[in-house]
Nanobody, 125 residues
Framework: QVQLVESGGGLVQAGGSLRLSCAAS????????MGWFRQLPGTEREFVAD????????SYTDSVKGRFIISRDNGKNTAYLQMNSLKPEDTAKYYC??????????????????WGQGTQVTVSS
């Protein structure tokens, strides 16, 4: 079992930045590809970014390319999502997830085994 805990969300003005963290416990994180997703109430969970086990491969949804950066520190068992130039449309609850599957670009939520509880990001205009 892997337990994931997100942190770093909050309220920020448009154009600002936030850094989300996803701390893992229970298993060594370097055995898992990681993903970040976001969700608004009543909508499906949306892919944001993912990263391979070693951190050498990443992918992003088009709307965040050039603004968000996904990274990981396997020594600290933590993944990150640096969010810059935030827009009101980035407002959502953000979730990190881990999968034991081989990395694939933009894997859907059903590919992930473990999920955190989410952290709210609100961007004001």
């Amino acid at each position: 079992q892997v337990q994931l805990v997100e942190s770093g969300g909050g309220l920020v003005q448009a154009g600002g930045s936030l850094r989300l963290s996803c701390a893992a416990s229970g298993r060594t994180l370097n055995n898992y590809a990681m993903g970040w997703f976001r969700q608004l109430p009543g909508t499906e969970r949306e892919f944001v970014a993912d990263i391979s086990r070693g951190g050498t491969r990443t992918s992003y949804t088009d709307s965040v390319k050039g603004r968000f950066i996904i990274s990981r520190d396997n020594g600290k068992n933590t993944a990150y999502l640096q969010m810059n130039s935030l827009k009101p449309e980035d407002t959502a609850k953000y979730y990190c997830a881990a999968t034991s599957r081989a990395y694939g670009v933009g894997m859907p939520p059903r590919s992930y085994n473990y999920w955190g509880q989410g952290t709210q990001v609100t961007v004001s205009s």
